[in-house]
């Protein structure tokens, strides 16, 4: 199992914006995506990227204010979140997947905070 490592959770006001990292030590996977749960509420699915080609999906609730990308640099998936409200507070999950349409592995988690 190759670890994945979520970065840049935190606490921000409503209208602020946060930037999440998903690191996969190096290796590369086809499907990189971003899942978040709110306590006593479902997982569901925020954002995905097909690495190489570059399609990537959105929940509707997020459309417009979060873009997921790829840093070449550092190899890894990032999610930029603006205009952040606080039905975005939860816990934010990094999956990922060898093929396309398929997500394997999970991160720990990064909690992210929107107040009022």
């Known amino acids: 199992q190759v670890p994945l490592v979520e970065s840049g959770g935190g606490s921000v006001q409503a209208g602020g914006s946060l930037r999440l990292s998903c690191a996969a030590s190096?290796?590369?996977?086809?499907?990189m995506a971003w899942f978040r749960q709110a306590p006593g509420k479902g997982r569901e699915e925020v954002a995905s990227?097909?690495?190489?080609?570059?399609?990537?999906y959105y929940a509707d609730s997020v459309k417009g204010r979060f873009t997921i990308s790829q840093d070449n640099a550092k190899k890894t998936v990032d999610l930029q979140m603006n205009s952040l409200k606080p039905e975005d507070t939860a816990m934010y999950y990094c999956?990922?997947?060898?093929?396309?349409?398929?997500?394997?592995?999970w991160g720990q988690g990064t909690q992210v905070t929107v107040s009022s």
């Open positions: 999956a990922a997947g060898p093929t396309v349409g398929s997500v394997n592995y």
């Open positions: 190096g290796y590369t996977y086809r499907t």
């Open positions: 990227i097909y690495t190489g080609g570059g399609t990537t």
